[in-house]
């Protein structure tokens, strides 16, 4: 398993992929992380026993350091025909 970070600049929102894959229906729990000195949203997604899948972050030019969103951006990104159908860059679970 790698870790994968998936940025998509134009909503300002990245994705932390802590498990190859996120199926379907998996995430079965969002817990959003508050933090008044924490400028953006972090949602941690869980599966049915509560073990982390990977974490969203509204905002993430605010929250991650420039060369982490720097880092995810240098990976291949999808072409723009391949995501035509979806609302963003990456593939995870519907909430």
Excluded: C, F, W
């Excluded at 420039?66 to 990456?90: F, K, Q």
Aim: aromatic residues 4%; without cysteine; glycine residues 6%.
């Amino acid at each position: 398993m790698t870790l994968r970070i998936e940025y998509d600049r134009e909503n300002d929102v990245a994705y932390i992929y802590l498990v190859d894959e996120i199926a379907s229906g998996e995430a079965k729990t969002q817990v959003l992380v508050e933090a008044p000195e924490m400028p953006g949203e972090v949602i941690l997604d869980l599966d049915d026993r509560g073990s982390l899948l990977g974490i969203e972050i509204i905002g993430a030019s605010d929250v991650l350091r420039p060369e982490t969103l720097a880092a995810s951006l240098d990976e291949e990104e999808p072409d723009e025909e391949d995501d035509a159908d979806d609302a963003s860059p990456y593939h995870r679970p519907p909430r």
